[in-house]
């Protein structure tokens, strides 16, 4: 791809808000571009309906959560056109943000790089997987 060409994809199905999501997408085109993919990715930003419906069908967990990554692939193929979808709850991130005592974009930040991580096949079922990917987070999100 053109590195002019836009390879993340944001798409609002929360249609109550009207967030600013260009720097969510370069934030996303960052994280592309440092872990050396040429791939695309779908950021989408929806309610906690919506992702309850999503957690119960993909993960079994009948309860929302705040952002769920699809790969489009089951292997990791960094040279892909696409990698897949980072799905978010705008709603719990408004929530998390609250808990947390930062800001709702800083939060949307945090959500959306991790996402784009799980994409890239970071993971975080064992200490030093969580260790590595809180690394990743950290740096991108400086």
Same mark, same amino acid.
Do not use: W
């Given at each position: 791809?053109?590195?002019? @060409?836009?390879?993340? /994809?944001? !798409?609002?199905?929360? &249609? %109550?808000?009207? @967030?600013?999501?260009?720097? +969510?997408? %370069?934030?996303? =085109?960052?994280? $592309?571009? &440092? ?14 309906? !919506? ?5 119960? %069908? ?11 990554? /699809?790969? $489009? ?9 696409? $990698? ?6 705008? =709603? ?5 943000? %609250?808990? !947390? ?6 939060? +949307?930040?945090? +959500? ?6 799980? @994409? ?10 969580? +260790? ?11």
């Amino acid at each position: 791809m053109s590195k002019n @060409l836009p390879r993340a /994809f944001v !798409y609002n199905l929360n &249609k %109550k808000s009207r @967030l600013n999501y260009t720097s +969510l997408r %370069k934030l996303a =085109e960052k994280i $592309l571009e &440092k872990e050396k993919t040429r791939a695309a990715v779908n950021l989408i930003f929806a309610n906690d309906s !919506y992702m309850k419906k999503l957690n119960s %069908k993909f993960r079994g967990k009948n309860k929302t959560t705040d952002v769920l990554s /699809f790969p $489009l692939e089951s292997e990791l193929k960094r040279d892909s056109v696409f $990698l897949g979808e980072v799905y978010v709850s705008l =709603e719990q991130a408004r929530r998390q943000a %609250k808990e !947390y005592g930062v800001s709702l974009h800083k939060e +949307l930040q945090c +959500l959306v790089a991790h996402g784009v991580l799980h @994409l890239l096949g970071y993971d975080h079922q064992t200490k030093k997987e969580t +260790l590595e990917m809180r690394t990743k987070e950290e740096l991108y999100l400086r």
